[in-house]
């Protein structure tokens, strides 16, 4: 195809084996699209194509990709807001016929070159963000360099447990996966699944193997590409967990207060730093509490 649809936030350009998404730097772009910069999907990472009304006189064109084919969006495991999905191209009504006319041909080239239905890809078909990569969680910093991940605690927020473990260094072949909760949501975290380990402790802020969120600890521009790269990079070392399964979770017990007491008292700095409002400052203080 070869031909251009600019929408808001991003531009696609069709080829004739992939669609190349580029994402505009502007302020008004959400911050994970300016972070990945531009993505190329090829036909076969999609499943399919869709057209629908968006919200104020926009139109969306939506392209799903296929289970297991992208290591952002199962890293995500549809944790993203329909404004942060980076598959979705909003566009003014009035290019509505356009639209589709592109709708339909990229919908005609997946049924002619593209894997049937939803199949779950056996690999990576979309390039996962580059190492190096690193950010700043709530207790501590991460840092990935392509084969190894590190975390080092903060004094100010990393729980008692963490500072006994030490700053920790895991190599991509100890790994079987990586979960990832949104900071947007309670408790948002990082953690990584380490091979025939099966007891990592319930909460993250306990694990070695987890960083924790947010605070504006760990953003979603940041924290999710960061562990779409290290899935990638675990499931090319062949030790990536099948597509599909799912951690069990272990019951999660009562926090330890001094864990309590240490993440108050942080809570507080920053509140006096003029970094947290009163309302943020109360509503996390009672949330904390309510866990003793």
Do not use: C
């Amino acid at each position: 195809m070869g031909d251009v649809l600019a929408g808001i936030h991003a531009t696609w350009e069709f080829e004739s084996d992939s669609v190349l998404i580029r994402f505009e730097r502007g302020i008004r772009t959400p911050k994970l699209f300016q972070a990945l910069r531009e993505r190329r999907v090829p036909h076969e990472a999609l499943a399919s194509v869709t057209l629908s009304p968006g919200k104020r006189g926009t139109v969306v064109l939506h392209a799903v990709p296929r289970p297991g084919a992208d290591p952002l969006m199962e890293a995500a495991a549809g944790q993203l807001k329909d404004s942060g999905d980076p598959y979705r191209l909003v566009l003014p009504a009035e290019r509505e016929t356009l639209a589709e006319y592109y709708a339909d041909e990229l919908s005609t080239a997946l049924s002619t070159t593209g894997p049937p239905g939803d199949d779950p890809a056996d690999r990576y078909l979309v390039d996962p963000p580059p190492a190096p990569l690193n950010f700043k969680a709530y207790d501590g910093r991460a840092s990935f360099d392509g084969s190894k991940v590190s975390f080092r605690w903060f004094w100010t927020g990393a729980s008692s447990a963490k500072w006994k473990a030490g700053d920790q260094r895991f190599t991509v072949s100890e790994l079987s996966g990586v979960e990832w909760r949104s900071p947007e949501a309670f408790e948002g975290y990082l953690r990584l699944l380490r091979r025939g380990d099966h007891q990592q402790p319930a909460q993250a802020d306990h694990d070695p193997a987890a960083v924790v969120f947010g605070l504006g600890y760990g953003p979603v521009h940041e924290s999710l590409p960061f562990a779409a790269a290290v899935l990638a990079a675990v499931r090319t070392s062949g030790s990536a967990v099948h597509p599909g399964s799912v951690p069990v979770p272990v019951a999660a017990g009562r926090r330890d207060p001094a864990d309590i007491a240490e993440r108050i008292r942080h809570l507080g700095e920053l509140h006096d730093a003029g970094l947290v409002t009163d309302d943020e400052f109360s509503a996390k203080k009672a949330e904390l509490l309510a866990e003793l």
